[in-house]
């Protein structure tokens, strides 16, 4: 590789980001390709211990703008820790979540303003935006079947449906906006034909930097 390349996974609750990006890495060690698999919020011992004050279901009176900025925190841990190391050995970056979610979910939905959830985060992430994101777009509906399936809830998984509502909106504005970065996936098909279809995206990305 002539460089790492860092490829995140975003969508809505339940459209299988998690599936999908687990399935990719597997995919692409088969082929011995370098690369590792994370997630936000979470990736690293300290980031990690973020998450679980996100996402504990006993925290509903969060105040919105303490979630985006421990949003915020755990990404700077996460990505001076463990994301910037590995593209720094010329690594594949898969990445469960990044700045897009924020913008989403904190900007769009909890109202706060996507420009100003940008700016708390360009100043956490210092400029280092993905290659590729790539998008699983699912209905409210079927994600939510999805997380009935799951079973076990966090935090944000039990807000209202208008909030799931205006999270999937954020979204939508965020792949108008980034078409160049933002590859959207239809994520309502059989896993094996959605597995196939962001294989041959990030294979296409990967290529790019061999």
Same mark, same amino acid.
């Not at 034909?193 to 061999?210: D, F, G, K, P």
């Given at each position: 590789?002539?460089?790492?390349?860092?490829?995140?996974?975003?969508?809505?609750d339940?459209?299988g980001k998690?599936?999908?990006? =687990?399935?990719?890495? =597997?995919?692409?060690?088969?082929?011995?390709? !370098?690369?590792?698999?994370?997630?936000?919020p979470g990736?690293?011992? &300290? +980031?990690?211990?973020?998450? !679980?004050?996100? /996402?504990?279901?006993?925290?509903?009176? *969060?105040?919105?703008?303490?979630?985006?900025?421990?949003?915020?925190?755990?990404?700077?841990?996460?990505?001076?820790? =463990?994301? /910037?190391?590995?593209?720094?050995?010329?690594?594949?970056?898969?990445?469960?979540r990044?700045?897009?979610?924020?913008?989403?979910y904190?900007?769009?939905?909890?109202?706060?303003? *996507?420009?100003?959830?940008?700016?708390?985060?360009?100043?956490? &992430?210092?400029?280092?935006?993905?290659?590729?994101?790539?998008?699983?777009?699912?209905?409210?509906?079927?994600?939510?079947?999805r *997380?009935?399936?799951?079973?076990?809830?966090?935090?944000? !998984?039990?807000?209202a449906? !208008?909030?799931h509502? +205006?999270?999937?909106?954020?979204?939508?504005? /965020?792949?108008?906006?980034?078409k160049?970065?933002?590859?959207?996936?239809?994520?309502?098909?059989?896993?094996?034909?959605?597995?196939?279809?962001?294989?041959?995206?990030?294979?296409?990305?990967?290529?790019?930097?061999?």
């Open positions: 590789m002539k460089k790492g390349v860092f490829i995140t996974f975003e969508g809505n339940g459209a998690t599936t999908v990006c =687990k399935a990719i890495y =597997k995919k692409l060690l088969e082929q011995g390709y !370098d690369v590792i698999y994370t997630r936000e990736g690293s011992q &300290i +980031a990690e211990k973020i998450r !679980d004050i996100l /996402l504990n279901t006993h925290n509903q009176s *969060m105040d919105p703008l303490t979630e985006a900025l421990l949003y915020a925190a755990s990404r700077r841990q996460h990505l001076v820790e =463990k994301i /910037l190391p590995a593209l720094e050995k010329k690594q594949i970056v898969l990445c469960d990044f700045i897009d979610s924020s913008l989403a904190q900007g769009y939905a909890r109202k706060i303003g *996507m420009s100003s959830i940008w700016s708390i985060n360009q100043f956490a &992430i210092d400029g280092h935006m993905p290659d590729r994101t790539i998008f699983l777009s699912v209905s409210i509906e079927t994600g939510q079947k *997380m009935d399936i799951r079973g076990e809830k966090n935090r944000l !998984d039990l807000e449906n !208008d909030f509502q +205006a999270v999937r909106k954020g979204y939508e504005i /965020l792949c108008e906006q980034q160049d970065r933002i590859v959207v996936i239809d994520a309502e098909p059989e896993l094996d034909t959605v597995i196939h279809q962001t294989m041959a995206s990030v294979l296409e990305v990967v290529h790019a930097y061999e």
